[in-house]
Every structure is written in C-alpha cells, then in structure tokens.
C-alpha cells in the first residue's frame, strides 16, 4: 500500500490534468485518495503545494537526467540522441505530470513561480550547452542555439499529446524517427549519422 502522501499526490495529478489545477477541489483529492478532506492538511499546506510538488518533482527530475547525459557523454550526437530519448520516455512515462508542468504555470502563486520558472530555465539552458558545443565542434550546423531549443523540446514534448501505449509504434521506435528527424536537421551536410 502506498504511503498516504503519495495517494494524496497521484489524486492531485489525476484531477488537476484531468480537470485542470483551479477546477479541482481539494475534497475531490481528498475523495479519491480515501481521506477527509481535513486530513490532507496533515500532508500537504494548501492545494499549491501540491501543484508545486507535482511540478518541481518533474523538472528536477529531468534537469538531473539532462546533467548526467551532459557530464557522462562527450560525443555531441550521442548526447542529443540520448537528450532526445530521455525527453520523449519521461514525457510519456509521466504524460498527466509533464501535462501540468506544461499547462498550469499561470496557476501557480506568484511567490512560487519563479522557482519553477527557473526549473524550466536551468532545462532550457542544458540543451542551450548541448546544442552549442555540437555547434562548436563543427558537428551540428550553427543555428540560432535559443530557438533550435525551444523546437526540440516543443517537438519532443508533443509526442505526450498523441502518443498511445497500444498504439502501432512504440516508445522506442518514435525515439528513432525523432532522432532521425532532429539529427538530420542539425547535422551539417559532411557528417554522417
């Protein structure tokens, strides 16, 4: 049996990417996770709490995932090819997080925004070095690093929105069209993937 905190947090997720953050009521939480909806003050402060954790968990998560590719990997294609995985299997492994991630930073607070916003940032900034040294090494054709970022990530990001587990292709085999269609597109005319 999961620790109650937990069942607290998965009924967030459930409604706030179902429903949205300020259409779901913190009883309706309280409902499914099998509580009174007193009891989750015991948990959790206030039902921003809940959305700030729901938020900062996934971005850490993938902030710390995007460093460890950085720092193992020297090879610029190798790490955009593993960049590009680990975006698309944590974007469908966790598709109702990262769609409140991607959805609800207008309900956060506005003490609580730039925390998260600076989460986001730090993210940004990783493929911004990615890009940027692949660029350097003569590897990648040199592109305007901020925007070529923001493309991958919407691209990567968007498989959450279609992708279906039963569907006809696999999470794998999507990373392979995506990495043939991003690296094709960096690479310049002389390099062979």
């Known amino acids: 049996m999961r620790p109650m905190r937990d069942s607290i947090l998965a009924a967030a997720v459930q409604l706030f990417a179902e429903y949205g953050y300020h259409a779901a009521p913190l009883r309706d939480i309280a409902r499914i996770a ?3 909806a007193a009891s989750i003050y015991h948990h959790y ?3 921003q709490a ?5 938020m900062a968990t996934q971005m850490q998560h993938l902030n710390q995932s995007l460093e460890h590719i950085l720092q193992e990997h020297q090879d ?4 955009l090819d593993a960049a590009i995985a ?3 299997r ?3 492994m966790y598709k109702a997080e990262f769609f409140i991630v991607d959805t609800e930073i207008r309900a956060l607070d506005p003490e609580n925004r730039p925390y998260i916003l600076s989460l986001r940032d730090t993210y940004e900034q990783l493929w911004q070095e990615l890009l ?3 660029m350097e090494q003569g590897i990648f054709r040199t592109s305007d690093v901020k925007v070529v970022s923001y493309a991958i990530i919407a691209l990567c990001t968007e498989v959450a929105t279609w992708f279906k587990p039963e569907g006809r292709l696999t999470v794998q085999q999507v990373i392979v069209l995506y990495r043939q269609l991003i690296t094709h597109g960096l690479l310049l005319p ?3 993937v």
Do not use: A, C, M
Not at 50 to 54: D, F, G, Q, S
């Open 190 to 192: 002389d390099q062979s």
């Open 90 to 92: 944590l974007h469908t």
């Open 76 to 79: 610029s294609l190798v790490r």
């Open 45 to 47: 402060p206030n039902k």
């Open 34 to 36: 099998g509580i009174q």
């Open 50 to 54: 809940l959305l700030v954790e729901i």
């Open 132 to 134: 940027r040294t692949g």
């Open 86 to 88: 680990n975006h698309i």
